[in-house]
């Protein structure tokens, strides 16, 4: 009779996360307009999905839109009046959402975009295109809070912010990275690698072979 309680305790105790989640800031309630009540985005509207992706890359956007080094009429009228805590608590809040599992899609996507995802366009020049994986990671799935996933993420969007690096409009990569990315990619590159992103699967199973995407030509 002894351990009983001992039991009940630690019962509760691993019970504990799945009965009290952590309550969204009040500020979420606009966010949720355009990414959804789940972060998971918007994809038919071109809103990108938040779930998942690391609170101080979230935290650094909304810092970014307030202070006008990445432009939004939306974003920047929501981000104005947030406070540093409330940025801080709203990147946390969509870092901890779940994003669902999936296959990636089978066969993977081929073509120019995937051929400049995964191999960049060096065209035989010291000057010519990285690949996007090598900052973005494996299949897009993100590498810390300065290179956010891309995998599932819409494609519109991707496009819209390849084409904001292009004109300068959005400037907060470090070292200027992105900027000097997409200031080599023609629109028909920037189409063609935002669609190859957006067929990804956002939390992928399982990552595919090296190779796997040979057939990208």
């Given at each position: 009779m002894a351990r009983r309680p001992r039991r009940i305790l630690a019962t509760i105790i691993l019970?504990?996360?799945?009965?009290?989640a952590a309550a969204p800031p009040p500020q979420v309630a606009s966010c949720a307009a355009c990414h959804g009540a789940n972060?998971?985005?918007?994809?038919a509207a071109g809103f990108p999905a938040l779930a998942g992706l690391p609170a101080p890359y979230i935290e650094q956007?909304?810092?970014?839109?307030?202070h006008g080094t990445r432009v939004n009429?939306?974003?920047?009228?929501?981000?104005?009046?947030l406070t540093s805590a409330q940025r801080t608590a709203i990147g946390q809040y969509y870092a901890?959402?779940?994003?669902?599992?999936?296959?990636?899609?089978?066969?993977?996507?081929?073509?120019?975009?995937?051929t400049l995802a995964l191999n960049g366009a060096w065209n035989h020049q010291l000057t010519g295109l990285p690949s996007c994986a090598s900052c973005h990671g494996p299949y897009g799935i993100g590498v810390g809070a300065q290179f956010p996933r891309l995998a599932g993420q819409p494609k519109q969007y991707l496009a819209a912010q390849l084409t904001d690096w292009q004109k300068h409009s959005r400037?907060?990569?470090?070292?200027?990275?992105m900027r000097n990315v997409a200031g080599?990619?023609?629109?028909?590159?920037?189409?063609?690698?935002?669609?190859?992103?957006?067929a990804l699967a956002a939390n992928p199973t399982?990552?595919?072979?090296?190779g796997a995407a040979k057939g990208a030509k």
């Open positions: 019970a504990g996360p799945c009965i009290a972060g998971l985005g918007n994809a956007q909304l810092y970014s839109f307030k009429a939306i974003m920047t009228g929501i981000a104005t009046s901890a959402l779940k994003v669902p599992a999936a296959p990636e899609p089978n066969p993977l996507p081929t073509g120019p975009g995937a400037k907060n990569d470090p070292l200027h990275l080599k990619l023609s629109n028909t590159q920037i189409e063609a690698v935002a669609a190859y992103y957006a399982a990552l595919p072979e090296p």
